[in-house]
């Protein structure tokens, strides 16, 4: 197991979002997180990286626990998460490899580690040929594969995807689908948030549902036909 939420609660102000919600995710599992828009898919993505903390309950991610965090903890358990937002986030002065580079530097690694740790990243994104690029030179589906490289470069226990396809034509957001499918099936964790079941029904995998401030799950088969819940 490498997530899960135990009776969590979390409100702003007077909005409640989840009442006493739980949910387990498997180390190799690729989970999808629906709901409506509103709903409380980011909040939720939110609260596994320890942006927001829960009032109630308990949120672990590997061998993190919300109730024993503490403020000096936290990047810790960020270098330990692949985080890809629903903006893409890059820094525009920077080149891909720079922007790569960034991450690792953050961390002290060796410069031969640097170089070999990007070209594995960019390549499975299909992208060593852009990593002298600036991220305005590169069309909205190479800004996003190049955020999924920075996610992945760090070899995450978690890759956290909020609407990644967001922004994207249909043949590029399955192009991204089939990257973050590629990456699950090499052994890492991948929970993306969307609320497009068009995306679902087309890449199926376990779904995970937040409704009436509760997050339930709907068990998949890939290989059986399936019905995504009303
Ligand atoms: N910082 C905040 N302060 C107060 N309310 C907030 C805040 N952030 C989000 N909300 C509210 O909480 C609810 C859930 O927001 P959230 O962003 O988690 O939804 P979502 O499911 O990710 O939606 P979308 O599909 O549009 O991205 C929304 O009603 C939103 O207005
Ligand atoms: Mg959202």
């Known amino acids: 197991m490498i997530l899960s939420f135990e009776n969590v609660s979390f409100s702003y102000n007077k909005h409640s979002i989840l009442k006493n919600a739980s949910f387990t995710m498997d180390s190799n599992e690729f989970l999808y997180l629906i709901g409506p828009s509103g709903s409380g898919k980011t909040t ?3 609260l596994i990286y320890m942006d927001l903390m829960p ?13 024993f965090m503490k403020e000096r903890y936290i990047p810790m358990l960020r270098r330990k998460l692949g985080i890809i937002f629903q903006d893409f986030r890059l ?9 790569l580079s960034f991450v ?3 961390i002290n690694s060796p410069k031969k580690e ?42 995450p226990i978690l890759i956290l995807a909020d609407e990644p396809t967001g922004n994207l034509d249909p043949d590029t957001s399955n ?18 948030a969307t609320h497009n079941y068009e995306l679902v029904k087309k890449f199926p995998s376990n779904v995970l549902q937040i409704k009436n401030e509760q997050i339930t799950g709907v068990k998949i088969n890939s290989d059986l036909p399936f019905q995504l819940p009303q």
């Not at 590629?182 to 993306?192: E, K, Q, S, W």
Request: hydrophobic share 40%; aromatic share 4%; net charge positive.
């Open 44 to 46: 939720v993505i939110k």
């Open 55 to 67: 009032q109630s309950g308990v949120v672990a991610i590997g061998e993190f626990n919300s109730q």
């Open 91 to 99: 820094l525009t002065d920077r080149t891909v490899e720079e922007n």
């Open 104 to 106: 690792l530097h953050s």
């Open 114 to 155: 640097i170089k070999k740790k990007i070209f594995n990243a960019l390549s499975l994104v299909g992208l060593t040929h852009k990593r002298n690029a600036y991220p305005n030179e590169l069309s909205g589906g190479e800004q996003q594969r190049i955020v999924i490289a920075r996610a992945i470069i760090n070899d």
């Open 175 to 192: 192009q991204i689908m089939e990257i973050l499918k590629d990456i699950n099936a090499r052994g890492t964790a991948v929970l993306v």
